[in-house]
């Protein structure tokens, strides 16, 4: 079984707005912090955002105020909406564990160009 599978990428102007959703299995999703991390070409990967099994959400400065992470704990997906997507927000997007990692899915591309 996969453990993680993130869809809902695509080709965005800027300004525009994209929801992806990660569905998790329940082994991996039950109890565990979640967030979702970038990877820009040439770049390393990065933490985008997090939110614990409560709700309890945190940001990287670069997306505070555009993007928004939620969970639904009953159907073992997270998701993140982003906002105002801007040119440097083009990555590879992935989820994981917030605190130790799973293996990585293959991630969703978001591109952001005129």
């Known amino acids: 079984q996969v453990p993680l599978v993130e869809s809902g990428g695509g080709l965005v102007q800027p300004g525009g707005s994209l929801r992806l959703s990660c569905a998790a299995s329940?082994?991996?999703?039950?109890?565990?912090?979640m967030a979702w991390y970038r990877q820009a070409p040439g770049k390393e990967r990065e933490l985008v955002a997090s939110?614990?099994?409560?709700?309890?959400?945190d940001y990287a400065d670069f997306v505070k105020g555009r993007f928004a992470i939620s969970r639904d704990n009953a159907e073992n997906t997270v998701f993140l909406q982003m906002n105002s997507l801007k040119s440097e927000d083009t990555a590879v997007y992935y989820c994981?564990?917030?605190?130790?990692?799973?293996?990585w899915g293959k991630g969703t591309l978001v591109t952001v160009s005129s």
């Open positions: 994981n564990l917030r605190y130790g990692f799973v293996n």
């Open positions: 329940g082994n991996i999703f039950r109890n565990n912090d």
């Open positions: 939110i614990n099994r409560f709700g309890s959400t």
